[in-house]
């Protein structure tokens, strides 16, 4: 696949945004408020901080793996990964881990510094086992940043998101179902996109909903659900409107996975 300049541009113009709203996230607790809870079931804050760390030293030995052609995987496996989070949630101080998060970000741009046109069309493998080009590392990245500053659990939303990052989510998530031949059936009633309604429709027709489920929202609420992060404002009472976004839909089913 030949490497598209722009794209990798905007997904490393992403990806540094994504470093910025999850350290700015981060920087608003306090060392004792890492060990609350996360959104993450089972994960205290500091859990979610300690895997973005981790998972950008993952990448930077996909991005060295890229420059060298000597294989270096993200993880040796997925229960390593594990353990290592375990490993700095036990061991290292919850300042130690603030201080490591803003180093971790530096770290990796030197390294996407590094990269030539070579090496971002090099062939690794990612955390999923499957090859993937160099040149998309970027954008994994920025989607591990934004989606987990969610993750820290103090009130950030999709609504901060730019159009840029809202889009590209909207774009992943509908086109991975249907790749994958995902049992789904939605219409999509995007407000604030000229591109609506969007049906997205995927899997034996035995096993989607017969009928569409409709969502109705701004962008960024409709990526939000089918994140499975819930409805921005879903704080509020049925009826009620946010300072930006809409009510709360009812009874929406749980959407399937997209990574």
Do not use: C
């Not at 306090?30 to 079931?41: E, F, G, K, V, W």
């Not at 999923?128 to 940043?145: C, L, Y």
């Amino acid at each position: 696949m030949a490497l598209d300049a722009d794209q990798l541009q905007r997904d490393l113009d992403l990806r540094l945004l994504g470093e910025q709203f999850f350290l700015q996230a981060l920087d608003q607790l306090s060392r004792a408020d890492l060990d609350q809870p996360s959104l993450l079931p089972g994960w205290t804050r500091k859990h979610v901080a300690a895997h973005v760390i981790h998972n950008a030293e993952a990448f930077m030995r996909l991005l060295e793996w890229a420059r060298t052609g000597e294989e270096n995987r993200m993880y040796p496996s997925r229960q390593a990964r594990d353990e290592e989070i375990d490993s700095t949630v036990a061991l290292i101080s919850n300042g130690d881990v603030m201080t490591m998060a803003h180093e971790v970000v530096d770290e990796l741009s030197d390294e996407f510094d590094d990269m030539d046109d070579e090496a971002w069309n090099a062939t690794v493998v990612n955390g999923r086992g499957e090859d993937i080009q160099a040149a998309q590392i970027p954008w994994s990245r920025a989607r591990e940043a934004w989606m987990h500053s969610l993750d820290l659990n103090i009130g950030m939303t999709t609504l901060d998101f730019p159009a840029a990052m809202v889009n590209a989510l909207l774009d992943e998530i509908t086109d991975t179902w249907i790749a994958r031949d995902e049992p789904v059936n939605f219409t999509l009633n995007i407000t604030d996109r000229d591109d609506s309604p969007r049906t997205v429709v995927a899997g034996p027709k035995d096993r989607r909903p017969a009928e569409p489920i409709e969502v109705t929202g701004e962008a960024a609420e409709i990526v939000s659900y089918l994140t499975g992060r819930g409805w921005p404002n879903s704080g509020l009472e049925d009826n009620d409107k946010g300072a930006s976004g809409t009510a709360t839909p009812q009874d929406l089913p749980q959407p399937p996975p997209w990574i």
